[in-house]
Every structure is written in structure tokens, then in C-alpha cells.
């Protein structure tokens, strides 16, 4: 599987012990090499400002611009809870040329590759950075593409965190899906809507946590039901990992191996649909073990071409969750 990456991304907050740290793509990155699984990095690029201004308004990129300029030690964006330093918005616009990368790579392929970048993204909404996240890279890619080649994309959520900036973002022909935490930051994500043929579909999980089965079988479900409907020529990976038990900011009580299960998944709903077009871009996760096995287990599940169906069973599902899917099931036929 290939994999977008440049050394610029472990120069945003370096050294400043925020859990959000190089050592989540620098150390990861090394450590998939050592297993073999990083064997075809594709470069970077920086995404430039109209590429951007898909999904952000103008005036916050120059409101990111003009903060950033002229900073001497790391300091808040005045929009949100996100530290930003010197050398934040070179790295922020690589991590969305980073995502742009990856999603052109998966269409001239007919292949998934994963974008093992950060800043992550999905928290920023079009006029505001927050949660971590400057640029939203995700929709980025997936605009990006849309600019290109036209079409639908799918975007996939399975963050802990809700990704209100996704949400934000879809419509015209983006469609997003979400599973994330409730109650917890940042407190949204309760919407299921069609609208206009594209689908926003937000399932909350309890904050104190779900069974592995629970989650793998809520997963299968939704994309079973929603790629039927979207139809999509692309799916964008929003791919978050702190869902994993023990992970110091999210930790849903999954464990690790739950994302050979969404790989799986993820394989077979883009060979149905997508011609094998994925675009993986990197989100949360923070304890560095759990990241990398779980990005490991996707390279080597797609690597393989696994595609079964996992045994999980929706009998394992919460009955106020399977209530959420039978909504979902209603709103969205095939």
C-alpha cells in the first residue's frame, strides 16, 4: 500500500510535549518501515490557497496566515483550541497537499493509499480551526477530486471525536458518516439527514465506551447501507484510531484489532462502488503502540486484498444504536 509522507510533519510542535507530536507520523513511520511496510512513500506537496478555499472561507486562511507570520513561541488560533507555532501553517499546508496526494494516487491507481500526515483535520470547520486540526485535509482530498473528476465521495468517520468540520463541509455531492463518542468533545453529531441525494449520517456512541463486536458490526452496517445509497466514485478515510482502549484523549474500550475489521469493510464497499479508489488520511490516535498496529493492520489487510465479512453480530449492537440504524435504514434505501 502506498503512503504519503514527508519529514515536514514532525516540525509542528516540536518539543513541546502537546499530545499531538511528531512522534505520531516520525515514529509510526519508522516503525512500519522496520516491518516492512513502508516500502513505497509517495511525496507530499503543499496544497495552495485555492485548493484550500474549497473547503475554508478566505478570510480565515489569511486569518491563519497573519497569526501564524510573525509568531516567536506557540500561542493559541484565536479561533479555537488549537496550538499553533512558527512553522504550523508550512506543515498544515503539506498535510492537505499531503491528503491531495494521496487521493489522486488511489484514482490514478484504482487503489487505496494512506496519508500518514498531521496537523489532523477533521475538526476544522470553514472559518474555524479547532480540536488540533488547522486545515480540514480530508475534505480537502475529497474537493480536490471532485474539482478534477467530478463525481460522489463518501466520507468515512470512525474517529472518537466527532468530525464537526467534515460535517460542516458536505453536501454537493461530499456525503459523510460518523461514528464518535457522546458525550464528548466537541459535542456534536447527532444529525441523520438526506439531503439532495447526499447523506450525513452521525451514529453517537456511549462515551464510557462499546464492545469490539458492537463496533465492527455498527460499522458494517452503515457502510453497507450508505455506499448503496451515495453511490460513491471515491471514499475518503477520516482515519481516527483513538477509539482504541487506552488511548490517553479518546478510548471507547475497542480493541486494537477492530481495524483489520474496517479494512476489510472498507475493501469491499470501494470494490463494490469505488473501483478500489480510498484515500486514508491519518486523524486522531495518540497512544503510539495502538497507531501503529492499527495502521499496520490496514496497510497489510489491503496489501492482501481482504475483503470478508467479520463474524460481529448486530445482536451485539445497543438497542438505542440499532434504533440509530433502523432511522438510517428508513432514510436511505437502497
Not at 158 to 170: I, R
Not at 262 to 276: C, D, K, P, V, W
Request: proline share 4%.
Amino acid at each position: 500500500m502506498k503512503i504519503v509522507f514527508d519529514p515536514i510533519y514532525g516540525d509542528h510542535l516540536r518539543d513541546l510535549g502537546h499530545p499531538e507530536s511528531p512522534d505520531r507520523v516520525e515514529l509510526v513511520a519508522a516503525r512500519l518501515g522496520e516491518r516492512g511496510l513502508a516500502s513505497d512513500i509517495l511525496a507530499a506537496r503543499d496544497a495552495a490557497d485555492d485548493v484550500i478555499e474549497r473547503v475554508h472561507e478566505h478570510r480565515y486562511v489569511e486569518l491563519v496566515k497573519r497569526e501564524i507570520g510573525d509568531l516567536s513561541e506557540p500561542r493559541y488560533l484565536s479561533t479555537g483550541d488549537v496550538v499553533v507555532d512558527a512553522r504550523t501553517l508550512d506543515v498544515a499546508r503539506r498535510a492537505a497537499g499531503g491528503a491531495v496526494a494521496a487521493m489522486e494516487a488511489a484514482v490514478a491507481g484504482n487503489q487505496a493509499v494512506f496519508a500518514l500526515v498531521r496537523p489532523p483535520g477533521h475538526h476544522a470547520e470553514s472559518a474555524r480551526g479547532m480540536g488540533f486540526c488547522v486545515f480540514n485535509n480530508a475534505a480537502i482530498a475529497a474537493r480536490a477530486y471532485q474539482a478534477q473528476a467530478g463525481g460522489r465521495v463518501l466520507l468515512v468517520d470512525f474517529d472518537y471525536h466527532h468530525g464537526n468540520g467534515s460535517q460542516d463541509a458536505a453536501g454537493s455531492g461530499l456525503s459523510y458518516v460518523s461514528t464518535h463518542a457522546w458525550p464528548a468533545y466537541p459535542g456534536t453529531g447527532h444529525e441523520i439527514l438526506e439531503f439532495g441525494g447526499d447523506a450525513l449520517v452521525n451514529v453517537p456512541l456511549p462515551a464510557t465506551g462499546v464492545a469490539t463486536e458492537a463496533f465492527v458490526a455498527i460499522w458494517e452496517a452503515l457502510l453497507d447501507r450508505i455506499a448503496a445509497f451515495v453511490r460513491p466514485d471515491l471514499i475518503v478515510v477520516s482515519a481516527g484510531f483513538d477509539y482504541v482502549a487506552g488511548d490517553p484523549v479518546g478510548d471507547l474500550g475497542v480493541d486494537v484489532g477492530a481495524a483489520s475489521e474496517l479494512a476489510r469493510a472498507i475493501n469491499r464497499t470501494a470494490q463494490q462502488y469505488s473501483n478500489g479508489r480510498v484515500a486514508y488520511v491519518l486523524e486522531g490516535g495518540y497512544d503510539l503502540d495502538a497507531l501503529t498496529d492499527s495502521v499496520a493492520q490496514v496497510i497489510t489487510c489491503t496489501d492482501r486484498g481482504e475483503y470478508e465479512r467479520s463474524a460481529a453480530r448486530l445482536d451485539a449492537v445497543s438497542v438505542q444504536q440499532r434504533e440509530l440504524l433502523k432511522v438510517v435504514d428508513e432514510r436511505f434505501p437502497h
